[in-house]
């Protein structure tokens, strides 16, 4: 079984400190994605990488950062934490395969979440 | 540009009855169809996936979600629903640049 894992469950940060979220997969998959969550605005990507050292900006990257250092590893820096950070935190990865069919990065395995508050 | 609706916040429904859950896409690119379960304090898990082939889709848990390339849909039906299944529901659909993109849920709530 894929295990994607995430160093916390619930973080308190006070406004202005800096965060880092981690997250762990174990099954070598290449791509790794960063999520946040919120009620009624479903999944929105921060940023992604598809190998060590590459980033990419997702959908809504400001006041976030990455880092991809080695290749199981996904870090979220939060650099001065606000209350609009206040979310839940998706991390997710996926593989590539040579397959004929199918385009794998879309078939993502997520991490159990990290619930942010900011005060 | 891609996209995906689901148009429904909230499904509540008693167990051992049919549920649908509803997803429509617009798409200019291949169309690729995913539906993630997402139960309480979990993160997401993949339910079913259309890439190709038959448009009826089994996947876990006893659901089924059909594609529909006429009304652009990709809904998910149960015939008989647990307590279990209380979880919220998430239609996707890839990007032209290999991102998935997200509905906003759909949160079904069984009663006994």
């Known amino acids: 079984d894929v295990k994607v894992t995430q160093s916390s469950r619930y973080l308190v940060k006070r406004t202005g400190e800096k965060v880092f979220l981690e997250c762990v997969q174990d099954?070598?998959?290449?791509?790794m994605f960063w999520y946040r969550q919120d009620p009624g605005l479903g999944l929105r990507l921060i940023y992604f990488s598809y190998d060590v050292k590459m980033k990419e900006k997702g959908d809504i990257p400001e006041g976030y950062s990455v880092s991809r250092e080695k290749k199981e590893r996904f870090s979220l820096i939060l650099e001065s934490a606000s209350t609009n950070q206040t979310s839940m935190y998706l991390c997710?990865?996926?593989?590539?395969?040579?397959?004929?069919?199918?385009?794998?990065?879309?078939?993502?395995?997520f991490g159990p979440g990290t619930r942010l508050t900011v005060t | 540009a891609q996209s995906v609706t689901q148009l429904d916040s909230q499904v509540p429904v008693f167990e051992e009855a049919p549920v649908e859950l509803r997803c429509n896409y617009s798409s200019s690119v291949s169309v690729y169809l995913f539906w993630y379960v997402q139960y309480p304090n979990q993160g997401l898990q993949l339910l079913l996936k259309?890439?190709?082939?038959?448009?009826l889709v089994k996947g876990i848990n006893g659901f089924e979600a059909e594609f529909n390339k006429s009304q652009t849909s990709f809904h998910l039906r149960k015939p008989s629903v647990h307590i279990s299944d209380t979880a919220e529901y998430f239609c996707?659909?890839?990007?032209?640049?290999?991102?998935?993109?997200f509905g906003t849920g759909t949160r079904l709530q069984v009663f006994p």
């Open positions: 099954m070598d998959h290449e791509n």
């Open positions: 997710a990865s996926s593989f590539t395969l040579p397959a004929l069919h199918e385009n794998p990065r879309y078939e993502q395995y």
């Open positions: 996707a659909v890839p990007s032209k640049t290999d991102k998935l993109i």
């Open positions: 259309y890439l190709s082939g038959s448009t």
